[in-house]
């Protein structure tokens, strides 16, 4: 589990630089897993990091599936809430399976489908009358979801626990810096969610997608690149942030203390 935080800031951290790198060098702004996966698959020792970023991957997949299951640091018998975060842990964790799922492909030099399912999802949708009315509710839970995000960064309740071995100076730096990533993390919810509300708006499933979706849109935006730059460096701090806790962080137990966390 530890090795599947480290693995999941690693790859947010690609995803920052890649954009970061396409600022720079006015390119045309291609960032989000695919893009991270693909470029990846054409690096010299390409199939060996991928390998390795899946396997980590898993580790992370298997702790979003723990909580789900067991909720580890929990007590208290299901309340709803308690019943839609674990919802939330399962959707996570089958998301990251999916990441990687097709890095393992891809270290295989299998073929991976790169098309967006979510744009696929919207298409099926506007064929049905009500369409464009669920997705303005998807659109709506998605940038509730990154609203949580920030208001957990801004809170602290979003921010983990670490073992006493991390000296206090330091600690506080790392709770900065992962406030600053969770939030940048929540921006992208909200606007993922913002650009599905636009979509069912203009009927147009071309508007609509995951991260990098909104990174080729928010391009196109006013002061689009700053943006950009603003979401890509707070994605680097979610990775310091996420490999730091990989190392330090305390995991709850199943014999939970009143203060544990689930973040």
Known sequence: MRLGHGAKGTFYGLIGLFAINDIIHDQPIVAGSEAVLADLDSWPLGSAVLGLLAFGLMGYVLW????????????????????LQRCGYLVSGLTYLGIAQSAAKLALNLAVDFDDTIEELVSVLFEQDVGPWMLIGVGLGVVA?????????????????????????????????????????????????????????????ESAGGLGNVFDELDDEFLGEYWLGAIA??????AVYMIIAACYRQFPTVNPSPRAKHG
């Open 64 to 83: 979003r599936l723990l909580q789900a299951s067991i909720d580890p640091g929990q007590a208290e018998a299901l309340s709803l809430r308690q019943v």
């Open 233 to 238: 460096l707070g994605f680097l701090a979610y």
């Open 145 to 205: 979801v990154g609203c949580l995000y920030i208001y957990g960064a801004a809170s602290g309740g979003y921010i983990n626990d670490f073992h006493r071995d991390l000296s206090r100076p330091i600690r506080r730096w790392v709770v900065v810096i992962g406030k600053v990533g969770i939030t940048a993390r929540g921006v992208g919810f909200v606007l993922i969610g913002a650009y599905l509300i636009k979509a069912a708006y203009l009927v147009d499933n």
